[in-house]
């Protein structure tokens, strides 16, 4: 395989609108794009996609300090915590990431990170306020596919929300 581009990762991974969680589509392809010539931070995404939570975190931590890309590293190493339930641990790493933006589309790409990992906690209506923090950003930004993504997101959340207030039942089982 000679490295994966950006348009192949559709075909590698999701994330499932209902969750807002990762979703591995092409396991075999991500264990050999780890064989191979792999970018440090995306050989990171890999090990994270794949599960291997501990070569995640360890050798994500060791490439932070020095890392170009050290936004994208912190948001990966915080989904590794966030499925790990370890949320204050994601919660900080978010607000490290939050702290390197530096344009209204930075700041809404983790925000949209936040809700997220707001979402994963069953912090339904939080969740919405994040993502609709991330669309309004976006829009500032130009980004109108990336607003209405995150307008889907915030309604979306709504809709878990006022369902599981309605209903007493768990958002999880309403996504």
Same mark, same amino acid.
């Given at each position: 395989?000679?490295?994966?581009?950006?348009?192949?990762?559709?075909?590698?991974?999701?994330?499932?609108?209902?969750?807002?969680?990762?979703? /591995?589509?092409?396991?075999? !392809? %991500?264990?050999? *794009?780890?064989?191979? +010539?792999?970018?440090?931070?995306? =050989?990171?995404?890999?090990?994270?996609?794949?599960?291997?939570?501990?070569?995640?975190?360890?050798?994500?931590?060791?490439?932070?300090?020095?890392?170009?890309?050290?936004?994208?590293?912190?948001?990966?190493?915080?989904?590794?915590?966030?499925?790990?339930?370890?949320?204050?641990?994601?919660? /900080?790493?978010?607000?490290? !990431? %939050?702290?390197? *933006?530096?344009?209204? +589309?930075?700041?809404?790409?983790? =925000?949209?990170?936040?809700?997220?990992?707001?979402?994963?906690?069953?912090?339904?209506?939080?969740?919405?306020?994040?993502?609709?923090?991330?669309?309004?950003?976006?829009?500032?930004?130009?980004?109108?596919?990336?607003?209405?993504?995150?307008?889907?997101?915030?309604?979306?959340?709504?809709? /878990?929300?006022?369902?599981?207030?309605?209903?007493?039942?768990?958002?999880? +089982?309403?996504?």
């Amino acid at each position: 395989m000679g490295g994966i581009t950006v348009e192949d990762t559709a075909s590698l991974w999701r994330t499932d609108p209902a969750t807002f969680r990762d979703v /591995v589509i092409n396991r075999d !392809a %991500l264990n050999e *794009a780890l064989a191979g +010539e792999c970018p440090p931070v995306e =050989r990171i995404r890999y090990l994270a996609l794949l599960r291997r939570d501990t070569e995640a975190l360890d050798e994500g931590f060791k490439l932070l300090p020095d890392s170009p890309d050290r936004r994208e590293l912190l948001l990966i190493l915080a989904q590794v915590k966030q499925r790990q339930y370890r949320w204050h641990d994601a919660a /900080v790493l978010h607000e490290k !990431a %939050l702290r390197t *933006a530096r344009t209204p +589309e930075e700041e809404a790409y983790v =925000r949209h990170h936040i809700g997220r990992r707001l979402f994963d906690e069953a912090r339904f209506r939080s969740a919405a306020d994040e993502f609709q923090w991330a669309a309004d950003l976006y829009r500032v930004a130009g980004q109108p596919e990336s607003a209405e993504e995150n307008r889907q997101a915030m309604r979306h959340a709504l809709h /878990v929300h006022s369902a599981e207030r309605t209903t007493g039942h768990s958002g999880f +089982e309403l996504s």
